[in-house]
């Protein structure tokens, strides 16, 4: 029953900025710390951004913080991560989940692509 899509990827150049959304289905957003994770190919998926439940505190990788924002709208059922000066080595797919404990069906994600 529950849904995770993620859009609003693409191909952008270096220096370049992306705004990624995540729709979640019925009651599983607003009640759980979310997360963007992000999967380069040949390596792991890594948490890259963190939001509590009530969108008080956020978190960053080191890889991301300083160019990157999580939000969260929660009586829209989503979440944002507005990504600048986006680098070749940000290139990976991108996940939403619960930051904690990620529900065990993954979305199909969406790919970014940072290349000039």
């Known amino acids: 029953q529950v849904q995770l899509v993620e859009s609003g990827g693409g191909l952008v150049q270096p220096g370049g900025s992306l705004r990624l959304s995540c729709a979640a289905s019925?009651?599983?957003?607003?009640?759980?710390?979310m997360g963007w994770y992000r999967q380069a190919p040949g390596k792991q998926r890594e948490l890259v951004a963190t939001?509590?439940?009530?969108?008080?505190?956020?978190n960053y990788a080191d890889s991301v913080k300083g160019r990157s924002t999580i939000s969260r709208d929660n009586a829209k059922n989503t979440l944002y991560l507005q990504m600048n000066s986006l680098k070749p080595e940000d290139t990976a797919v991108y996940y939403c989940?619960?930051?904690?404990?990620?529900?065990?069906?993954w979305g199909r994600g969406t790919q970014v692509t940072v290349s000039s």
């Open positions: 989940n619960a930051a904690r404990a990620p529900y065990k069906s």
């Open positions: 019925g009651s599983f957003f607003s009640i759980y710390d």
């Open positions: 939001i509590t439940m009530n969108g008080g505190s956020t």
